[in-house]
């Protein structure tokens, strides 16, 4: 049997006017700023005037570690808000925007996938609203005012070897990590050390997924520490004067997007920082919205529950003051397999002793989600190489981890193969069962946090930090920054450091090399391993295979 491509299905959507996805939330025209037909942006007065309903319950998908298999995150997230309002719930989905880095990169679009897609999707995963191109601008222009408040005589006395504010761009590109810049004479400036990240890493990413309201975002625009004195006194973006104009370029950005699933559902799509090396989230804003006007929110967080999940719960939900009602964990059987021991190119074969062995993995995550507090139900995200015994094999593992596991179908029937998934979440959400608690508590000092995470998350018996990092983290403590969480940035692919070594590893080390002060968001960044804030291009970049046809339509973006 042949199936369609994914980008073959998008483009056969038969998608409603965006007003129509509006008015199923209640939000009217005069509230919607159009880009097109099929998307727009939510007005703050429309958010501004909902704040007084009654939350909805918020419902968190999250993954094992991903493979090269595939483990359908969003797909399944798309799948089970299509699903809830199959069976007459009032459901939004909420999602992250893509980075144009991975797009051109290893890893394609993010809208879902098969017949559980968010659309226009190659809108959504190229230039969208223009989100990503505000918050580039923004970071690039404080850039800037740093270099140019030097060139003019620096009137704040800023150490040019402690200016710690570098630049970003929204593309994958290893040569930009480390430069120096000014060069080229007394016109030019004075040269220094610098970097580029990628816009995802951005403190301004993270700050327009965090913040409130306008206001909100300018005051953490403005307590972005950019660079330090002689004496280690700190520089902020309200010293340079730029938090103003960056406010300004952001504006529109703050506005959450809406657009629609391929079954004309609503979706919210809003922020987009990656859970590796940043929070992970969709924006406050966009979740808390939906909370208001929808009976049941669905939201991911990126990569596995390692690393997304974590963060959502101990620094969004900290942050926003949110609870999920209820966790669903996806798993597919191709993914157990290669925790397995099974190659690739071999995970077409039945092997229900490698399912087995690599539901360990699985078992870590569903452990260590349900210490937060709060249920969790397992989505097996169902492909059609998926045998019965194989499939009957995670099932009986999770149900002797005391959870339960659920076969969805969303990829290859939409809303119908998520029917009972949806009922079933919707069923333990309903029951009040969470009794969600971060899992340290704001007043733990930096270093303990730090140790927190990767002891009881990530099972490693140490964490390795020399004394610079360690009298950093003291410095930040006694400077008033101690009650602030920490944001690991961390490979992906492992519970570990190691991206190789899969499972569910112990007796492991975690080496911490940096760490970084995002006052403005409002966490410490923990960069751990070898994990690079602005990533690089594969051998073969997808970028390679991405074209306009004969037609004049984009092919080999998904």
């Not at 995470?453 to 101690?482: C, F, P, S, T």
Request: proline share 4%; aromatic share 6%; hydrophobic share 40%.
């Amino acid at each position: 049997m042949s199936y369609k491509s994914d980008i073959e299905i998008a483009r056969e959507a038969k998608k409603r006017p965006i007003q129509e996805i509006g008015e199923k939330l209640g939000i009217g025209s005069d509230h919607l700023l159009p880009y097109g037909h099929d998307k727009a942006k939510v007005s703050q007065e429309f958010i501004n005037g909902v704040q007084k309903n009654e939350n909805g319950r918020l419902i968190l998908v999250t993954a094992i570690n991903p493979t090269p298999a595939g483990e359908g995150k969003t797909t399944t997230t798309v799948g089970l808000g299509d699903g809830l309002n199959r069976i007459g719930k009032k459901a939004a989905v909420c999602i992250r925007e893509a980075s144009l880095g991975p797009c051109f990169g290893m890893k394609g679009g993010a809208a879902g996938g098969g017949y559980a897609q968010v659309v226009p999707m190659e809108e959504m995963n190229l230039h969208f609203t223009g989100d990503f191109h505000a918050i580039t601008s923004a970071h690039n222009l404080l850039a800037a005012m740093i270099d140019n408040h030097i060139y003019w005589g620096n009137e704040l006395e800023i150490d040019t070897r402690r200016v710690v504010w570098r630049r970003v761009m929204d593309m994958n590109d290893r040569a930009l990590r480390q430069i120096t810049a000014s060069l080229g004479g007394i016109p030019n400036g004075f040269p220094r050390e610098a970097g580029f990240d990628i816009t995802v890493a951005s403190e301004v990413m993270a700050i327009l997924c965090l913040a409130t309201s306008l206001e909100d975002l300018q005051k953490r625009l403005g307590d972005i520490i950019v660079a330090y004195r002689r004496d280690r006194s700190p520089v902020y973006a309200r010293d340079i004067k730029a938090d103003g104009a960056m406010t300004v370029l952001l504006k529109d950005a703050m506005q959450p997007n809406l657009v629609q699933t391929l079954e004309n559902n609503p979706a919210f799509v809003h922020g987009g920082p990656f859970a590796n090396i940043a929070h992970g989230c969709n924006s406050v804003i966009a979740t808390t919205t939906a909370l208001k006007i929808a009976d049941y929110v669905v939201t991911e967080a990126g990569f596995g529950a390692d690393l997304g999940a974590e963060k959502f719960m101990n620094i969004k939900c900290r942050k926003a003051g949110l609870a999920p009602s209820v966790v669903v964990l996806v798993a597919t059987v191709r993914a157990m397999k290669m925790n397995g021991g099974v190659a690739k190119a071999d995970l077409g074969d039945e092997n229900v002793d490698a399912v087995k062995a690599g539901c360990a993995n699985l078992g870590r995550h569903i452990e260590n989600v349900k210490s937060f507090g709060v249920p969790v139900v397992v989505a097996i995200n169902h492909f059609v190489t998926d045998t019965d015994a194989e499939i009957e094999a995670v099932k009986e593992y999770v149900a002797a981890q005391g959870s339960e596991a659920i076969l969805s179908q969303h990829w290859e029937f939409g809303s119908k193969g998520s029917e009972e998934l949806a009922k079933r979440v919707a069923e333990i959400a309903d029951a009040d069962m969470a009794n969600f608690a971060p899992i340290y508590p704001d007043d733990m000092g930096l270093f303990a946090k730090i140790e927190t995470i990767a002891k009881r998350i990530y099972r490693a018996d140490e964490v390795l930090a020399d004394q610079k990092i360690r009298n950093q983290l003291k410095d930040w403590e006694a400077a008033g920054y101690g009650d602030l969480p920490v944001c690991m940035a961390k490979t992906q692919y492992s519970f570990s450091t190691d991206p190789n070594l899969r499972g569910a590893p112990t007796g492991h080390s975690l080496p911490v090399r940096e760490v970084r002060l995002s006052a403005g968001a409002g966490f410490i960044v923990v960069i751990c391993g070898e994990i690079m804030t602005m990533p690089g291009l594969p051998r073969v970049p997808s970028a390679e295979a991405i074209m306009l046809n004969d037609e004049g339509q984009i092919e080999g973006l998904f």
